[in-house]
């Protein structure tokens, strides 16, 4: 694509890499194949291609709207575009960009400003967000239906193993994740103690910042970062045992694997984020090896006939299509593949509740090609919430179907 960038972005790094972005994008369209929201909207401005344009022109220097804000807003960041595209376009990391300078450019009205800001400031602070959590969880019947929806019932996690093993996993427990699910962390963990890998946690570890990123709120998301490199590196340099840093939620271990490029420019952190990064891996990454230990472990065939739905962060963020289905399957779980398994169901971090009509949309549609079900499975904690709110039929991470199906649950 022809470029003509103003002097200001042309010299700015920024405005190097989204002009570098721009040139490999050919307008082909098709992303637009693809596009959950263009395929509910069925506006050129509501697709990839259209958003691509409208960057463009902010870089190139014309009028910025709250227009054009609206339609960046409405992208979900699923990805689904990258994976289609035949030019290798990086869309998300130009709409990171195209966002951050709209941001800048345009005023929010004061109620979205209180929302968004609400958002960034409670939802990764666990000191916050675990009691809020359990305030709304003792007070669930006096909270409106769209809150219940959101709010899983309250449940005791099963134990977190206690012995020592010789291989070793650092775990991100995450900011949400706790206080919502948290037996997904501790399955985690009582798996892979099943297998002779025990998982650490480190306290001072939280927030791997996404949710501030997809806020537009970009520094706060690479402080985040950074305590967490902070948190982790100590650890990493006097224990040469640990192998990888392990996530059970899609979303986060995505941005995880992005810390290396968000901080390349960080001279105190860049190589410690490179190194961060490069161990880095999706616990779908980690089990496939162990599939013959697992078989041997399972005391009795699965019966369960599960509905799978991958997260996009998974199959279109971290490039990993495939791993949780065949592991289970070759485990003998009963596995139906959603229709349109490659579209979003509507999740996309802070998505439903800036975007709850397009996200309820899509939402459905994704519930009517998984059901019917014994059970759905997922592997990010934001698709099984924002699913579990539109059926009865239980949502739950996959590595806590498998948890229980080898110690008997």
């Known amino acids: 694509m022809q470029t003509n960038l103003t002097a200001q972005f042309q010299a700015s790094l920024e405005g190097q890499e989204a002009e570098q972005i721009l040139r490999s994008c050919v307008h082909c369209g098709f992303c637009n194949a693809t596009c959950p929201t263009y395929q509910l909207l069925g506006d050129e401005l509501d697709g990839p291609r259209g958003r691509i344009y409208q960057i463009k022109q902010v870089l190139e220097g014309q009028e910025v709207t709250r227009s054009t804000q609206l339609h960046l807003d409405r992208c979900l960041t699923c990805r689904n575009c990258e994976t289609t595209c035949p030019s290798g376009v990086e869309y998300s990391r130009l ?34 967000f675990t009691p809020a959590v359990k305030a709304g969880q003792l007070l669930r019947p006096l909270l409106p239906r769209n809150l219940q929806a959101k709010l899983p019932v309250r449940n005791t996690p099963s134990a977190w193993p206690k012995r020592s093993q010789a291989r070793q996993m650092l775990l991100l427990e995450g900011c949400v994740q706790p206080a919502l699910l948290p037996n997904v962390n501790a399955a985690t963990a009582r798996v892979l103690d099943a297998l002779g890998v025990q998982v650490l946690r480190v306290a001072k570890a939280g927030c791997c ?22 948190a982790w590196w100590p650890l990493l340099q006097q224990n040469q045992q640990i192998e990888a840093i392990i996530s059970n939620a899609s979303g986060c271990g995505v941005m995880l694997k992005d810390y290396g490029h968000l901080l390349r420019h960080d001279a105190a952190y860049s190589a410690k984020a490179q190194q961060i990064a490069s161990l880095v891996r999706d616990l779908s990454e980690v089990l496939p090896a162990f599939t013959p230990k697992l078989k041997a472990l399972l005391p009795t065939t699965p019966t369960l006939k599960l509905a799978y739905h991958p997260p996009c962060t998974l199959q279109h963020g971290q490039q990993l299509k495939g791993q949780v289905e065949t592991l289970m399957t070759a485990l003998g779980f009963s596995l139906k593949h959603c ?24 939402r459905d549609n994704k519930l009517k090609n998984l059901l019917p079900a014994e059970g759905i499975i997922s592997a990010n904690i934001g ?4 699913l579990q709110s539109g059926t009865e039929v239980p949502v739950r991470h996959w590595i806590e179907v498998l948890d229980a199906a080898l110690h008997g649950a």
């Open 383 to 386: 698709c099984q919430m924002h």
């Open 209 to 230: 910042g996404a949710l501030r990123h997809h806020l537009n709120q970009q520094e706060a998301a690479l402080d985040d970062a950074r305590r967490n490199i902070d």
């Open 95 to 128: 709409l990171d960009i195209g966002r951050k300078l709209v941001e800048e450019r345009v005023p929010r009205p004061f109620a979205e400003q209180l929302q968004r800001s609400v958002l960034a400031n409670t939802l990764p602070r666990r000191w916050i």
């Open 339 to 362: 229709a349109d398994s490659h579209l979003c169901c509507g999740s996309a971090g802070t998505y439903s509740i800036l975007q709850p009509q397009l996200a309820t949309q899509l």
